[in-house]
């Protein structure tokens, strides 16, 4: 029996690269062997217990590859194609995808919260040699020929989540907008918000590389949250509040100064995975009648999103290989989880070769 390497979840702290049974695609299927995949902060969630998955799973949701596989029903595709796959695979025939709701993809009739996220969550996932694509016609993305796997490979998640702070905030030409939290998620939330057009884009951080890093990726200015009172300085700077403030860290500290930052009619854009109670200060709210809107959003996936994060960064638009400070092979995995969960060695991203 053919085999295949993989990063498999065991327990809480306990996970080892094994040998599994190599899967077989069914009808609507692929199987694609992976050339790059990295580790998500929700990959750290999972291994620390915060967040549950069951035991014997695959992790990761960042497919870089080559299609090995097709199963019966998926066209246009050939066998060797490279292919970027997104971390949320939506299955474009549900009601939730029908809905225009892609990440929030339900299987049969109904809607699903976090639904879309299969890989590494409901079925086995990215960090391994090869992975199975469900509904693989509406998620295989082929990769431009000039295009290397290390400038995609962070498309799959955190690009597509942070840029999405932005369009779900609304950004528009000339706006004001803060980025609560400069880690890979608000890095490209600060990318986002130069790409929609802000005038003006603040990033706020308490970790000097990051912050040096958020004025790469198009922050004008940089706040270290241990120095300032950051409502108050980003009210000053934006005279009177910003229009859209995008939070990407997840906690409550960050999601209130999101709120105080805004000015009345403004947009909170939340992209932050929370834990526990989330509140909301009636003052800062305006009582509620501030005019204030607050969106969530999922990392947005599927060909057609993966398609035009590719066509960014072909034209030159979005460089996140800046991000990419580490590298390792699928056997030292583990390593590499220690280096990207303690923050270790100005670490941002591992880009994991099976
Ligand atoms: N919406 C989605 O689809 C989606 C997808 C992936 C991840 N996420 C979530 O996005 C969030 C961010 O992920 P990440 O991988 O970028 O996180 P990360 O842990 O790598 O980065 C967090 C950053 O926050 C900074 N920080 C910590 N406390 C701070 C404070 N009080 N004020 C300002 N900065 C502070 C840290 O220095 C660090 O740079 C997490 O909640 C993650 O679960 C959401
Ligand atoms: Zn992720
Ligand atoms: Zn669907």
């Known amino acids: 029996m053919e085999t295949m390497r993989a990063h498999v979840f065991h327990g809480v702290g306990r996970t080892s690269i094994e040998h599994l049974p190599l899967p077989q695609p069914k009808a609507g299927e692929a199987l694609v062997r992976v050339t790059l995949t990295t580790i998500c902060g929700t990959d750290l969630h999972i291994v620390r217990g915060e967040y549950p998955v069951k035991p014997g799973l695959v992790i990761g949701h960042e497919p870089v590859g080559v299609i090995a596989e097709l199963g019966a029903g998926v066209a246009g595709y050939q066998i060797g194609d490279r292919v970027l796959i997104g971390a949320i695979t939506p299955c474009g025939q549900c009601r939730a995808c029908l809905s225009g709701q892609l990440s929030q ?6 809607y699903e919260a976090i639904g879309g996220w299969r890989f590494g969550n409901t079925i086995n996932g990215a960090q391994a040699e090869c992975l199975i694509v469900p509904a693989a016609q509406a998620n295989l993305a082929k990769i431009p020929n000039e295009l290397t796997d290390e400038q995609v490979v962070l498309l799959a998640d955190i690009a597509s989540t942070g840029i999405s702070g932005a369009e779900s905030g609304g950004v528009r030409i000339g706006d004001t907008v803060v980025v609560f939290a400069q880690g890979p998620i608000g890095l490209c939330a600060t990318a986002g918000a130069k790409l929609m057009g802000a005038a003006l884009v603040i990033g706020i951080d308490r970790d000097p590389t990051r912050l040096a890093m ?13 120095e300032c009172d950051v409502p108050a300085e980003v009210r000053r700077l934006s005279g009177g509040g910003v229009d859209v403030a ?12 999101a709120l105080r930052a805004l000015r009345p009619g403004g947009t909170l854009s939340s992209l932050g995975v929370y834990s526990g109670k989330l509140q909301i200060p009636y003052e800062a709210f305006a009582a509620g009648i501030g005019d204030h809107r607050i969106v969530t959003t999922l990392c947005p996936g599927g060909k057609e999103r993966m398609r035009r994060l590719m066509e960014l960064v072909k034209q030159s638009r979005l460089d996140l290989t800046p991000l990419i400070t580490h590298r390792v092979p699928l056997e030292d995995i583990v390593e590499g989880y220690r280096i990207f969960g303690e923050h270790r060695d100005g670490v941002l991203k591992v880009a994991v070769k099976p």
């Open 105 to 110: 993809c339900g299987h049969g009739e109904g």
């Open 214 to 226: 958020a004025r790469r990726m198009g922050a004008d200015v940089v706040l270290d949250a241990r």
């Open 246 to 257: 995008i939070e990407a860290l997840g906690q409550q500290a960050t999601f209130e100064m």
